[in-house]
């Protein structure tokens, strides 16, 4: 059973930038990884995704704003998200793409002055 942590999250102002981090019990390889958002009264929805090859995938909302990444050694997937927007708001979930498996408790992302 894969066990998933994310970290990084906090308050930022619009323009700002955070680094989400995601540590995953288990192994990674061979396993497309993606990052996920559920704004409050919204969805759950993808934001971006990864490859075994390392190929990536963003959502329209975030494309040219976020960056995700890999470490198949350290068991890790990251978000890098860069020109924050109020609308970014929410809480942040890593997962396995495109099943998820069980849900960690995500960190939260504010961005507001």
């Known amino acids: 059973q894969v066990q998933l942590v994310e970290s990084g999250g906090g308050l930022v102002q619009p323009g700002g930038s955070l680094r989400l981090s995601c540590t995953v019990s288990?192994?990674?390889?061979?396993?497309?990884m993606a990052w996920y958002r559920q704004a409050p009264g919204e969805q759950r929805e993808l934001v971006a995704r990864?490859?075994?090859?390392?190929?990536?995938n963003y959502s329209d909302s975030v494309k040219g704003r976020f960056t995700i990444s890999r470490d198949n050694v350290k068991g890790a997937v990251y978000l890098q998200m860069d020109s924050l927007k109020p609308e970014d708001r929410a809480v942040y979930y890593c997962?396995?793409?495109?099943?998820?498996?069980?849900w960690g408790q995500g960190t939260q992302v504010t961005v507001s002055s």
């Open positions: 990864i490859t075994t090859g390392r190929s990536t």
């Open positions: 288990g192994t990674i390889f061979g396993i497309y």
């Open positions: 997962n396995t793409y495109p099943s998820p498996c069980s």
